[in-house]
């Protein structure tokens, strides 16, 4: 696959799957998968060749906090295995709602079909994150609840800006899909394939060359990246719950960037300019992909997705 | 793919994730997968091109289980999600043991990788299976708390054979596995691919041709055959926890057949010697794939899985 601006991958953050007010039944996921669904299929009949990745922070928190609270009968499962589980989850939700899409608006002939496929991604055993936990995951507690927790499991929690305490856990910096190839032989025979989601489930390569699953959450921006290089995709574009990234965010002076070049965000991100856990790693995730050799990285609006792809929405980062 | 009998599609039980008197931690998921890699890859080193699929039985009950327990706080999930969520579990313990395995165990060439699909299998939404739940799922309660959930959710218990009541629930008969172009892809090039987990994920056809999830669970050796008769595999070995097919089971009488002919298991099929919900649906996967042009079926057990394919443990069903 060469470097062509048509083969997009889009990286879906929480609001594919839940919207403000929403109470997380299934309806909700099903209502929220479809608004994402259509917009995807709008970029497909643009002609684009299509990749999805996702988030699935709040419900690898929702199995993690199944599996506490019935840890009296049913041992709890690691994290690995939670993540792999909401791949089950949310692939099935997109690629179900994806391909119902196409066939109501009569997309036919340039796509075979949807596919999520279980995606393993390699972290390293000496990244710097196992001894730095920043990714928050599960509910939120008391102090006194938190400080029980933390004796009892050696869990770390962590004040959440949103209020009470949360555990959090190390998010690893990711390098490798390891399904990667039979990702890109779907994608080459006209599939659209749901992959890395999650962040892809994290894994470890032990000196035999095992892989090994690890007690950790990927970043899912991180992990888009390492796939749209791979699969040498030309366009990579984040959908999230910002109409685009701003200096200055939330004070009097904040400036959307529109078009920019990627010496000059790389300036702004190393001036500290971008959240931390928030869009710091979507705009590392762009930087990336342009120094790797990417055409175009976008950061926008889900709901105005179409509109980010043409330019005419979010912020839209561009080489040299 | 041509009906080459070194094209296989193993069809793994409940005993390839639990042993007798596993607690369910991950360790134990993790050592009976890997007791169940190895039985693949010995069969891979043979030549074999193989193709997987595996039960879900227990673990969609701990997630229903999970779901019932938290539903005061999380709103509990739909069948086919928790199905989905299993296929994401299972696959992926699946693909990381069989992919360690054939890595101690030299196999480079002859196969790419492994990868799991997210899968939907197709069922009817007239089918006679809809007004006769039998599929047991879930905990076990007394006939008190039955009734009482009966009452309140609707939801159809009945009395286990083990003892207690169980919900049950359909258990529609599959005929059509919805990525079944996809996963033939992958196997043509080369991967090893965990499909059609737990039966798949159960979906019925609406009027206008979109796919709709459905609240059943689908027998893992039925959907099975559906996959390998569509992929047009040779050979499709039901490996489970005992060690074939016997006449008059559990009498003084019983009787094992070694090799039999699809007609003469047919009859046996129509006698009724074979248990609903157990070796019924084997040998019904089995009759059925036969039937459909299938050149050999095994039944056996897991741990004699290489012995099976052999035709040197366990029962073989061929044409005529």
């Given at each position: 696959?060469?470097?062509?601006?048509?083969?997009?991958?889009i990286?879906?953050?929480g609001?594919?799957?839940?919207?403000?007010?929403?109470k997380?039944?299934?309806?909700?996921y099903?209502?929220?998968?479809?608004?994402?669904?259509?917009?995807?299929?709008?970029i497909?009949?643009?002609?684009?060749?299509?990749?999805?990745?996702?988030?699935?922070g709040?419900?690898?928190?929702?199995?993690?906090?199944?599996?506490?609270?019935?840890?009296?009968?049913?041992?709890p499962?690691?994290?690995?295995i939670?993540?792999?589980?909401t791949?089950?989850?949310?692939?099935y939700?997109?690629?179900?709602?994806i391909?119902?899409?196409?066939?109501?608006?009569g997309v036919?002939?340039?796509?075979?079909?949807?596919?999520?496929?279980?995606?393993q991604?390699?972290?390293?055993?000496?990244d710097?994150?196992w001894?730095?936990?920043?990714?928050?995951?599960?509910?939120w507690?008391t102090?006194e609840?938190?400080?029980?927790l933390?004796?009892?499991k050696g869990?770390?929690?962590?004040?959440?800006?949103?209020?009470?305490?949360r555990?959090?856990?190390p998010?690893?910096?990711?390098?490798?899909n390891?399904?990667?190839?039979?990702?890109k032989?779907?994608v080459?025979?006209?599939?659209?394939?749901?992959?890395?989601?999650?962040?892809?489930?994290?894994?470890?390569?032990n000196?035999d060359?095992?892989?090994?699953?690890?007690?950790a959450?990927?970043?899912?921006?991180?992990?888009?990246e390492?796939?749209?290089t791979?699969?040498?995709?030309?366009?990579f574009?984040?959908?999230?719950?910002?109409?685009?990234?701003?200096?200055?965010?939330?004070?009097?002076d904040?400036?959307?960037?529109d078009?920019v070049?990627?010496?000059?965000?790389?300036?702004y991100?190393?001036e500290?300019?971008?959240?931390?856990?928030s869009?710091g790693p979507?705009?590392?995730?762009?930087?990336?992909?342009?120094?790797?050799?990417?055409?175009?990285a976008?950061i926008?609006?889900?709901?105005?997705?179409?509109?980010v792809?043409?330019?005419?929405?979010?912020?839209?980062?561009?080489?040299?």
């Amino acid at each position: 696959m060469s470097r062509d601006e048509r083969y997009i991958l889009i990286a879906l953050g929480g609001n594919a799957f839940q919207s403000k007010g929403d109470k997380g039944t299934p309806e909700d996921y099903w209502r929220n998968a479809y608004r994402a669904a259509e917009t995807i299929v709008r970029i497909v009949k643009e002609g684009y060749r299509v990749v999805v990745t996702h988030g699935n922070g709040p419900q690898v928190g929702i199995i993690m906090e199944w599996m506490e609270r019935s840890k009296d009968k049913i041992p709890p499962l690691t994290m690995d295995i939670a993540g792999a589980m909401t791949q089950g989850w949310l692939g099935y939700l997109l690629a179900q709602s994806i391909s119902n899409v196409l066939l109501r608006e009569g997309v036919k002939d340039s796509v075979k079909g949807v596919v999520a496929v279980v995606n393993q991604v390699e972290v390293r055993r000496d990244d710097p994150a196992w001894s730095n936990p920043t990714k928050y995951v599960g509910s939120w507690y008391t102090e006194e609840e938190a400080k029980k927790l933390a004796a009892e499991k050696g869990w770390i929690f962590k004040p959440d800006p949103r209020g009470g305490y949360r555990r959090v856990v190390p998010s690893p910096n990711p390098f490798n899909n390891v399904e990667v190839s039979a990702i890109k032989r779907l994608v080459d025979d006209g599939w659209i394939v749901v992959a890395s989601g999650g962040g892809g489930i994290p894994v470890v390569r032990n000196d035999d060359g095992s892989l090994q699953g690890v007690e950790a959450v990927i970043d899912k921006d991180l992990a888009g990246e390492v796939l749209a290089t791979s699969l040498g995709v030309g366009t990579f574009v984040i959908l999230t719950d910002v109409d685009g990234v701003y200096l200055n965010f939330g004070k009097p002076d904040q400036k959307k960037l529109d078009v920019v070049m990627v010496s000059e965000l790389e300036k702004y991100y190393k001036e500290g300019h971008f959240a931390p856990g928030s869009m710091g790693p979507k705009v590392l995730a762009a930087i990336r992909f342009i120094k790797n050799g990417g055409k175009r990285a976008m950061i926008g609006h889900l709901y105005n997705g179409y509109e980010v792809i043409k330019g005419r929405s979010g912020t839209t980062v561009l080489p040299i």
